[in-house]
């Protein structure tokens, strides 16, 4: 199936940890994203690579370290992590050009992340 | 600032009539404004783009109409299913030349539709 694939689908972590949420997609798209949606549902996002070079990175604190080895991935790594940064993480890909928004974003089934 | 707003209430609606949700944005210009579906647990599904110089743009049992003048966006569900019950977010990215070109999301509308 081509998708957007993430791992894990759950993450529950002790404060202090850290941790990697990783992401796949097998459409051939260029632009890969993360967001982060919180309790109000509101989806943010953090950032953002274009053919493995970083193009968007919002005002995340550096404790968020995303890495993009080739086009097809983005993991999100976590270090020293808070009851804050307790969400949900999605990954997103769109085709190359799609900054404009000429284009639909495929987005990730998501990744619960509970910090206690 | 930059603001996208949808409407928070829920939208309870009964089978088969048309849902109507609204999407007002300021201080944008965009090219483009997109809808998406988002189900409990699931993230957003892409519906349809509507383009600056369009007006309406239709898809299935889906509307859309865009006026940049009000700077407003209407989202249209014809015939509408329970199926359709989900939350409903509008997104649009902050103009086309925008160093780091970003896709930002409403908070959403949820529709909830009734046998």
């Known amino acids: 199936d081509t998708a957007v694939s993430q791992t894990p689908k759950y993450l529950v972590t002790q404060m202090g940890n850290d941790k990697s949420i990783k992401c796949e997609q097998n459409?051939?798209?260029?632009?890969m994203y993360w967001y982060k949606q919180d309790s109000k549902k509101f989806l943010k996002i953090m950032f953002s690579?274009?053919?493995?070079?970083?193009?968007i990175n919002e005002t995340v604190p550096n404790r968020f370290s995303p890495k993009s080895p080739d086009k097809a991935h983005l993991n999100l790594h976590i270090n020293s992590l808070e009851l804050g940064d307790s969400a949900v993480y999605f990954c997103?890909?769109?085709?190359?050009?799609?900054?404009?928004?000429?284009?639909?974003?495929?987005f990730g089934s998501g990744t619960r992340l509970t910090v206690v | 600032s930059q603001k996208i707003e949808q409407n928070s209430e829920a939208l309870n609606i009964q089978e088969g009539k048309t849902a109507t949700l609204t999407c007002n944005y300021t201080?944008?210009?965009?090219?483009?404004l997109q809808w998406y579906r988002q189900d409990p647990g699931r993230g957003p599904v892409f519906l349809l783009l509507?383009?600056?110089?369009?007006k309406e743009k239709r898809k299935e049992r889906l509307k859309v109409t865009f006026d940049t003048t009000l700077k407003q966006s209407l989202f249209h569900i014809t015939a509408s299913q329970p199926a359709d019950s989900a939350t409903y977010l509008c997104?649009?990215?902050?103009?086309?030349?925008?160093?780091?070109?970003?896709?930002?999301f409403g908070g959403g509308t949820r529709v909830l539709v009734k046998p």
């Open positions: 997103a890909s769109s085709r190359i050009g799609s900054g404009t928004g000429a284009s639909g974003y495929t």
């Open positions: 459409l051939g798209h260029d632009t």
């Open positions: 690579y274009n053919n493995k070079e970083l193009i």
């Open positions: 201080n944008y210009s965009p090219a483009y």
């Open positions: 509507i383009r600056e110089n369009e």
């Open positions: 997104a649009l990215v902050g103009g086309i030349k925008a160093a780091g070109n970003k896709l930002t």
